[in-house]
């Protein structure tokens, strides 16, 4: 019912910087929150960065100062600006949308993740 395309990743070099998208498509009636998540190989999901329809932001405290979250709420979009990239940046990245069908149905989506890889 809600679909979400991530763009974005990609292999880039120590100290570069990446810009991954995610698009929310389908029957929508309200977004809550938008994120970013990321996963490397046996181990759990982890948060990078949420931000709330109001805007309020929250990050891992490994990404601060480095990555910024934003969002198009006209558009369903929402952007991870990554910067100062390091090799432990480098896993899966998946986006994250909680929202509402209708008044009385939530749903929480994900998007199929996109592959950020950082070079040493």
């Known amino acids: 019912q809600v679909q979400l395309v991530e763009s974005g990743g990609g292999l880039v070099q120590t100290g570069g910087s990446l810009r991954l998208s995610c698009v929310a498509s389908?029957?929508?009636?309200?977004?809550?929150?938008m994120g970013w998540y990321r996963q490397t190989p046996g181990a759990q999901r982890e948060l990078v960065a949420t931000?709330?329809?109001?805007?309020?932001?929250n990050y891992a405290n490994s990404v601060k100062g480095r990555f910024t979250i934003s969002a198009d709420n006209a558009k369903n979009t929402v952007y991870l600006q990554m910067t100062s990239l390091k090799p432990e940046d480098t896993a899966v990245y998946y986006c994250n949308v909680d929202g509402r069908l209708t008044t009385r149905q939530a749903f929480i989506s994900w998007g199929p993740g996109t592959q950020v890889t950082v070079s040493s």
């Open positions: 931000i709330t329809s109001g805007g309020s932001t």
């Open positions: 389908g029957s929508i009636f309200t977004i809550n929150v």
